[in-house]
T-cell receptor, first 114, second 114 residues
Framework: DAGVTQSPTHLIKTRGQQVTLRCSPKSGHDTVSWYQQALGQGPQFIFQYYEEEERQRGNFPDRFSGHQFPNYSSELNVNALLLGDSALYLC?????????????FGPGTRLTVT | DAKTTQPPSMDCAEGRAANLPCNHSTISGNEYVYWYRQIHSQGPQYIIHGLKNNETNEMASLIITEDRKSSTLILPHATLRDTAVYYCIAHELISSGSARQLTFGSGTQLTVLP
């Protein structure tokens, strides 16, 4: 059973560019959350997708957007990249309903903005 | 989610029990205590959670005080592979189709020494 997968593993972009990160949830999971983790800090919640809609959003600007597909996979898009967007981007998936007590995290995508 | 407070770092000898404390004095009645850990350059990994009773699984034990204002995560026989940042999170479960986002603090860096 594959866990949460993310691609790419590493990415280097230039300021002002746009980037798309991808996530496939754990089998049987339908909810995907994205987190940003700056060096030396805990992960910070960006947003969450369920039933192809953004359900919750953290304190991130509109430059951060996302999408969820019918197969529950998800994309995170960041426009007009800033140096401060350099971070580890984590995807987490969870299941439906009361049994959904655990979030499974992927290995992350390391984004470097130069 | 309620704020949690953890020591920034701890050491533990290999083979001994690691006891990681967490204060959550403002926790509400419907918030669970969750523990995740993050090994260097990997995504966070769920360890255990509890509401008011002590809990044990194959990874760890969770002891929650009667007033629920603090808890302790116990790794009974720490190994070098347990070296990681450990996050204590007060987290409300919701029964609808989406899980509330996790609010991570800075966590405790546990170093298991040979």
């Amino acid at each position: 059973d594959a866990g949460v997968t993310q691609s790419p593993t590493h990415l280097i972009k230039t300021r002002g560019q746009q980037v798309t990160l991808r996530c496939s949830p754990k089998s049987g999971h339908d909810t995907v959350s994205w987190y940003q983790q700056a060096l030396g800090q805990g992960p910070q919640f960006i947003f969450q997708y369920y039933e192809e809609e953004e359900r919750q959003r953290g304190n991130f600007p509109d430059r951060f957007s996302g999408h969820q597909f019918p197969n529950y996979s998800s994309e995170l898009n960041v426009n007009a990249l800033l140096l401060g967007d350099s971070a580890l981007y984590l995807c987490a998936s969870s299941g439906l309903g009361r049994g959904s007590y655990e979030q499974y995290f992927g290995p992350g995508t390391r984004l470097t903005v130069t | 989610d309620a704020k949690t407070t953890q020591p920034p770092s701890m050491d533990c000898a290999e083979g001994r029990a690691a006891n990681l404390p967490c204060n959550h004095s403002t926790i509400s009645g419907n918030e669970y205590v969750y523990w995740y850990r993050q090994i260097h350059s990997q995504g966070p990994q769920y360890i255990i959670h509890g509401l008011k009773n002590n809990e044990t699984n194959e990874m760890a034990s969770l002891i929650i005080t009667e007033d629920r204002k603090s808890s302790t995560l116990i790794l009974p026989h720490a190994t070098l592979r347990d070296t990681a940042v450990y996050y204590c999170i007060a987290h409300e479960l919701i029964s609808s189709g989406s899980a509330r986002q996790l609010t991570f603090g800075s966590g405790t860096q546990l170093t298991v020494l040979p």
